[in-house]
């Protein structure tokens, strides 16, 4: 699979974890000692995004020179 394929499959997989998560807020919380913490999730998910975003554009920019005739 090459860089860009996966890119988009890690971004695409992204965006729907952020829909769910932003549909359906959750409290953070304690249990048993391990703490559940809604906000830096959605924030770490945000972070991952435009890590992605960065990295496509880098990939997906490619400039072409080229020069017509008439």
């Known amino acids: 699979m ?21 549909a359906h807020p959750k409290p953070s919380y304690e249990l048993d000692g391990q703490q559940v913490a809604w906000t830096e999730y959605t924030r ?12 496509l554009a880098a990939l997906e920019n490619i400039e072409i020179s080229s020069q017509g005739f008439t």
């Open 2 to 22: 090459n860089d860009l394929l996966q890119l988009r499959r890690i971004r695409s997989q992204v965006l729907a974890l952020l829909a769910e998560v932003t």
């Open 44 to 55: 770490e998910l945000r972070h991952l995004l435009a890590w992605c975003e960065q990295k």
